[in-house]
Nanobody
Framework: QVQLVESGGGLVQAGGSLRLSCVVS????????MAWYRQAPGKERELVAQ????????NYADSVKGRFTISRDDAKNTVYLQMNSLKPEDTAVYYC????????????WGKGTLVTVSS
């Protein structure tokens, strides 16, 4: 089965840090572009960070630039999101997303992990 399993969420104080992990199975991570999205209550899901299959390109939402870092370790089938200097507005469910770079229209979502930042 294809699975994307997020972990690392939890409650953190403003200014603190968390590292989210997304462990994938059922497909080859190295051929997939990856991203983190988040969705706060009552809001649309938004792109937070993305990294292409080669790892040579990353992109971040303006709201997290300089604070968050996306990375991947294909040998460990894992994508990370390092989140520093967290703010209350970062509170959301964070979702891991995979897009096959070799097969048209193939993509997968994780079930999400909740990050709550207290002020």
């Amino acid at each position: 089965q294809v699975q994307l399993v997020e972990s690392g969420g939890g409650l953190v104080q403003a200014g603190g840090s968390l590292r989210l992990s997304c462990v994938v199975s059922g497909f080859t991570l190295s051929t997939h572009d990856m991203a983190w999205y988040r969705q706060a209550p009552g809001k649309e899901r938004e792109l937070v960070a993305q990294i292409i299959s080669s790892g040579g390109y990353t992109n971040y939402a303006d709201s997290v630039k300089g604070r968050f870092t996306i990375s991947r370790d294909d040998a460990k089938n894992t994508v990370y999101l390092q989140m520093n200097s967290l703010k209350p507005e970062d509170t959301a469910v964070y979702y891991c997303y995979a897009r096959d770079s070799t097969i048209w229209g193939v993509n997968f979502w994780g079930k999400g992990t909740l990050v709550t930042v207290s002020s």
